[in-house]
């Protein structure tokens, strides 16, 4: 069974495949802010450089955020079209929970916070248990709001000076969302976004009357 795993929650894409036990494939793009333009050909490159097609995928699984709103899109709406194409399950997973495992394999060891840039001078984060266990959240925060715990994430790169103790990675990633998925270490959900507010850009409202 290869599992293709992606998450655009943040400003870079995130590419695994995972088969027999094993992340056989990870890659993570170097250029942020372009999901769009960089989704499918490191989809592409991934199952080339494993002597793999598209076809032997035979589930994929996709960070659903929360995250900003155009990267949340781009990754979902590759996820859902993939699935259809290849007639295979797809599953979703919340990317805090992807990121607080992550933080944990490398070797937090305490109730933590788990955070991702949401811009706008804001944090989405959740706390977790030391054993990467959702206690509170998903919310979306200024980083003088967060509990005052040990912090992993985006929170500590943008905002050093707000936070104490920091640890563990910068973000999730799809190698552990590949990993986690496969030994059911995550809770499993639709693969739609989770935004906790609206996006940046909206459709404009009718013209106002000229008086």
């Known amino acids: 069974m290869v599992l293709l795993a992606l998450d655009t929650s943040t400003p870079l894409v995130s590419v695994a495949l995972h088969d027999d036990g094993l992340v056989i494939d990870a890659a993570t793009s170097e250029q942020p802010m372009k999901h769009g333009e960089q989704l499918a050909p490191m989809i592409a490159a ?25 990267g949340l899109r781009v990754g979902l709406v590759t ?29 937090v ?5 788990a955070t991702i840039d949401a811009r706008r001078k804001e944090l989405f984060w ?21 509990p005052d715990l040990l912090v992993a994430g985006a ?22 969302l590949a990993m986690a998925v496969a030994e059911e270490r995550l809770e499993l959900m639709d693969p739609e976004p989770i935004y906790l507010r609206r996006p940046d850009a909206t459709v404009p409202g009718p013209p106002k009357k000229v008086s």
Do not use: N
């Open 46 to 70: 991934a199952l080339e450089r494993v002597g793999a097609i598209r076809q032997d995928v035979t589930a994929v699984a996709a960070g659903v955020g929360p995250g900003p709103f155009t």
């Open 79 to 107: 996820a859902r079209t993939l699935g259809l194409a290849l007639d295979i399950p797809v599953y979703g997973a919340c990317s805090l929970d992807v990121l607080a495992l992550r933080a944990v394999d490398h070797g």
């Open 109 to 113: 060891k305490e109730p933590f916070l």
């Open 126 to 146: 959740a706390s977790y248990d030391e054993e990467g266990r959702r206690v509170d959240g998903p919310h979306v925060d200024r980083p003088g709001e967060l």
């Open 155 to 176: 929170g500590p790169v943008l905002y050093p000076g707000e936070f104490g103790r920091t640890a563990g990675p910068e973000g999730p990633d799809a190698a552990t």
